[in-house]
């Protein structure tokens, strides 16, 4: 009673940032590089439409200058037609204003499906070399950066990258053009009346940087809000059954909604902030206009220019003050290209740290299924020691199984056979040759795995059994199922083998996602088949039958069960129990005997016939101390036979 009174008053006061469990890992390892090397980034990914994306920037260049060709055809309407009384190039100049804003038109229309299809094709390659590279990544890489926020960096970050390409440039190609273009009619026309107009514009332009200069670190931040927010949508839908197991929508609701209004609150301090510098601008945009009116008026006045300069002046002073304007957008815009090329990139040209060396041994017959771990330790990059010095041998053709508490190092015992890590010190060896010295491939085609989290593709049955070999005959498909006890369930499913399973495996019991994976795992044939507690969620009596297949397989295959039931693992010809980085092997008899953990569980699971306890205190080590040095002589002769 007065526990479970305790338990109710240990209630913890928990911090509300849930943001910062989500991206705490991943801000440490962005990487900034310079502008220049984006700007290469992007070059170097379009090609194949550089042309396109060429002849797009010229299409802006024509078009920025057709631009002022219509005000100085009003220049000519006024001092010309109107004033000089030549009324025959009315009809003439009014057809050259409209020509200009059909070849305008369609000038820009040709130009869109440029930069499209330069920046389309562009995306497309980058998005190709990112999955392709994700795909050989090591495990270690999605240790580091989530889901959640590889999506994203191939979403919303490419995004930008296409904006920039496809916009961002052409919009600075056509200011700077047209700004250039206008000064230059304008001191054709009057340098004074130019002068005048060109002392503004140094106010506008540190207006845009002002503005820019505190909405820069706002758009890093929102880029990251955005990551979060799909970090905290993606965890939050595949984890919401355990969500609902435990009634927790309302503090997931919570949670997202911190994220989903910081997100709100820094993009709405980004705009409000532009609405800030909008009316000064806009103030000193009017000032250009009023200085127009006001020094062209006096010249015009005066006769040092015509009406119709004038004219030209009032109808130009727009491609003056909108260039300055954009500025400040082309900055922010290339700030979140910075901020968002510097993800894509991270990713784009990250290379796996585990992969094939040089000289990697390529073994095309089967292993002989010989593993060995030679001294090896392993700790996780951020974590402690989960092996210290072990050194063990499993034969071709032996069935092992790994016992040990949970945390043990069981999985990551599978995790280095198959060289998913490796390890940080000693060797792995699979036949007498060290895992790093193989090929990655070879190493997967003969080490198959039944994870311990069963992942299953939403495809049919079928599918996801022959998933090594979708050309697998359909007859060894069945047998595949058959070995693993799933052949009854699945012809029992409503469109037996071609039943399509949800995501994850949805729709079918823990039980029968493990078989599928069983199969899965038998169907590559492999020389080392490991099942990482496969057969925990299946009945005792399916598990027997299981014991027996896996011990009667139609091929030579070492097998390694790690599992927690007695049953599982008495029948196995070695009994590994691995604790506290160090491991012990022996037999069920001799470790019933010998060794406090293995004795324990026997007791716990109520194993009948133990025989007496003797812990083997008397060598100086405690028998689950022991190393492992097993017993070479034995192990010798088995190899040999
Ligand atoms: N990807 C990982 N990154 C960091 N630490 C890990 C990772 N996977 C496992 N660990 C840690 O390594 C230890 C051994 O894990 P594991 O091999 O999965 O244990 P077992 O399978 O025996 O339950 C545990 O303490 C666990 O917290
Ligand atoms: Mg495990």
């Known amino acids: 009673m007065e526990k479970d009174g305790n338990l109710k008053q240990k209630k913890r006061k928990r911090e509300k940032t849930p943001s910062s469990s989500y991206a705490d890992g991943e801000r440490k390892i962005i990487a900034s590089h310079s502008f220049s090397f984006r700007i290469k980034f992007v070059w170097h990914n379009l090609r194949g439409k550089r042309p396109q994306f060429i002849i797009g920037l010229l299409l802006t260049a024509i078009t920025s200058i057709i631009v002022i060709v219509n005000p100085y055809m009003s220049k000519i309407l006024v001092d010309d037609v109107i004033r000089g009384g030549k009324r025959d190039m009315l009809v003439p100049v009014l057809l050259v204003m409209s020509g200009v804003v059909l070849v305008k038109t369609g000038l820009h229309m040709l130009k869109i499906v440029m930069m499209e299809q330069a920046s389309q094709n562009m995306l497309m390659a980058i998005r190709k070399t990112i999955f392709r590279n994700i795909q050989y990544q090591e495990m270690s890489f999605f240790d580091k950066i989530k889901s959640g926020d590889i999506i994203t960096r191939t979403t919303g970050d490419l995004e930008?990258?296409?904006?920039?390409?496809?916009?961002?440039?052409?919009?600075?190609?056509?200011?700077?053009?047209?700004?250039?273009?206008?000064?230059?009619?304008?001191?054709?026309?009057?340098?004074?009346?130019?002068?005048?107009?060109?002392?503004?514009?140094?106010?506008?332009?540190?207006?845009?940087?002002?503005?820019?200069?505190?909405?820069?670190?706002?758009?890093?931040?929102?880029?990251?809000?955005?990551?979060?927010?799909?970090?905290?949508?993606?965890?939050?839908?595949?984890?919401?059954?355990?969500?609902?197991?435990?009634?927790?929508?309302?503090?997931?609701?919570?949670?997202?909604?911190?994220?989903?209004?910081?997100?709100?609150?820094?993009?709405?301090?980004?705009?409000?902030?532009?609405?800030?510098?909008?009316?000064?601008?806009?103030?000193?945009?009017?000032?250009?206009?009023?200085?127009?009116?006001?020094?062209?008026?006096?010249?015009?006045?005066?006769?040092?220019?015509?009406?119709?300069?004038?004219?030209?002046?009032?109808?130009?002073?727009?491609?003056?003050?909108?260039?300055?304007?954009?500025?400040?957008?082309?900055?922010?815009?290339?700030?979140?290209?910075?901020?968002?090329?510097?993800?894509?990139?991270?990713?784009?040209?990250?290379?796996?740290?585990?992969?094939?060396?040089?000289?990697?041994?390529?073994?095309?017959?089967?292993?002989?299924?010989?593993?060995?771990?030679?001294?090896?330790?392993?700790?996780?990059?951020?974590?402690?020691?989960?092996?210290?010095?072990?050194?063990?041998?499993?034969?071709?053709?032996?069935?092992?199984?790994?016992?040990?508490?949970?945390?043990?190092?069981?999985?990551?015992?599978?995790?280095?056979?198959?060289?998913?890590?490796?390890?940080?010190?000693?060797?792995?060896?699979?036949?007498?040759?060290?895992?790093?010295?193989?090929?990655?491939?070879?190493?997967?085609?003969?080490?198959?795995?039944?994870?311990?989290?069963?992942?299953?593709?939403?495809?049919?049955?079928?599918?996801?059994?022959?998933?090594?070999?979708?050309?697998?005959?359909?007859?060894?498909?069945?047998?595949?199922?058959?070995?693993?006890?799933?052949?009854?369930?699945?012809?029992?499913?409503?469109?037996?083998?071609?039943?399509?399973?949800?995501?994850?495996?949805?729709?079918?019991?823990?039980?029968?996602?493990?078989?599928?994976?069983?199969?899965?795992?038998?169907?590559?044939?492999?020389?080392?088949?490991?099942?990482d507690d496969t057969t925990s969620a299946v009945d005792m009596e399916t598990e027997k039958k299981m014991q027996y297949n896996l011990q009667h397989l139609p091929f030579h295959c070492t097998t390694i069960i790690i599992a927690q039931r007695i049953s599982s693992v008495r029948n196995a010809d070695k009994i590994m129990i691995l604790e506290n980085g160090s491991v012990t092997i022996g037999t069920h008899d001799s470790l019933a005997r010998t060794n406090r953990y293995y004795r324990n569980v026997c007791e716990l699971q109520k194993i009948e016939d133990l025989p007496p306890f003797e812990p083997d205190e008397a060598n100086g080590s405690s028998p689950e101390k022991v190393k492992t040095g097993f017993d070479d002589a034995i192990a010798t002769e088995k190899e040999v036979g």
């Not at 390409?165 to 009619?185: G, H, P, Q, R």
């Not at 965890?235 to 909604?257: D, L, T």
């Not at 090594?468 to 409503?494: H, K, S, T, W």
């Open 160 to 531: 930008y990258l296409r904006h920039f390409c496809a916009w961002v440039t052409y919009v600075t190609v056509d200011m700077v053009v047209t700004f250039t273009a206008a000064v230059v009619m304008l001191v054709y026309v009057s340098p004074v009346l130019t002068l005048a107009l060109i002392s503004v514009l140094p106010f506008i332009l540190l207006c845009s940087f002002i503005y820019n200069k505190k909405v820069a670190p706002l758009y890093r931040s929102i880029r990251q809000r955005l990551s979060d927010l799909n970090v905290g949508a993606s965890e939050n839908i595949n984890g919401n059954r355990v969500v609902k197991a435990f009634a927790r929508e309302e503090y997931e609701k919570e949670k997202f909604s911190h994220i989903n209004g910081q997100y709100m609150k820094d993009n709405m301090r980004a705009a409000f902030a532009w609405q800030r510098v909008v009316p000064v601008i806009d103030f000193l945009a009017q000032i250009l206009t009023f200085l127009t009116i006001l020094v062209g008026g006096a010249l015009c006045i005066n006769g040092s220019i015509s009406l119709g300069d004038l004219t030209l002046f009032t109808g130009l002073t727009w491609a003056l003050s909108d260039p300055m304007r954009q500025v400040s957008n082309i900055l922010n815009d290339m700030q979140r290209f910075s901020a968002s090329a510097d993800k894509v990139i991270e990713i784009y040209y990250a290379r796996p740290l585990i992969c094939d060396r040089h000289n990697a041994v390529d073994t095309k017959e089967r292993f002989k299924g010989k593993v060995e771990f030679r001294n090896v330790s392993f700790s996780y990059a951020k974590g402690p020691q989960v092996l210290s010095n072990v050194s063990f041998k499993f034969y071709p053709n032996e069935t092992i199984a790994i016992m040990g508490p949970t945390g043990s190092g069981k999985t990551t015992i599978a995790n280095l056979i198959a060289r998913f890590y490796d390890v940080s010190s000693g060797e792995v060896l699979i036949d007498g040759v060290d895992v790093r010295d193989r090929t990655l491939e070879s190493i997967h085609r003969g080490v198959s795995i039944a994870t311990q989290d069963v992942f299953l593709f939403s495809d049919t049955v079928d599918g996801n059994i022959s998933f090594c070999n979708p050309d697998m005959e359909l007859e060894q498909v069945y047998e595949c199922a058959e070995l693993a006890c799933a052949d009854g369930f699945i012809r029992r499913m409503p469109e037996g083998y071609n039943t399509i399973i949800g995501e994850r495996g949805v729709g079918l019991s823990g039980g029968q996602r493990q078989r599928i994976a069983l199969a899965r795992a038998i169907a590559a044939i492999p020389s080392i088949l490991i099942l």
